[in-house]
């Protein structure tokens, strides 16, 4: 910590929030969201047409267009499992909820 209070400059570039009235807490925002959201879009749509692929293929059909697709909220928590809101680890894990409705053609 004395280290980043030193190097507060460099972080505040970097994109770190800092706020001086948390007292002695440490707290970590993600502030980087804009940066990751549309490859993780991209992704969970990927992951999705997957997933479709092998109902079509248990199904005997073929997967078509997306007839209707909807993005959930961007939730920001500690990786691994820790709990809490991923404000007291630097190890914080960005997840996104996205639904995803295609055709099933014959």
Known sequence: M??????????IRAGVALDADLGNTVVYSFTRL???KTAMI??????????AEQFATDSGTKVGAIRQATQG???ITGRDGDPG??????????????????ALDD
Do not use: Y
């Open 2 to 11: 004395q280290r980043a209070f030193a190097d507060q400059a460099e972080l």
């Open 34 to 36: 804009n940066d990751v």
């Open 42 to 51: 991209a992704e969970a749509t990927k992951a999705a047409r997957a997933a």
């Open 73 to 75: 909220l961007f939730s």
């Open 85 to 102: 809101p991923g404000t007291d680890t630097p190890l914080q894990k960005v997840r996104v909820v996205t639904t995803v409705e295609f």
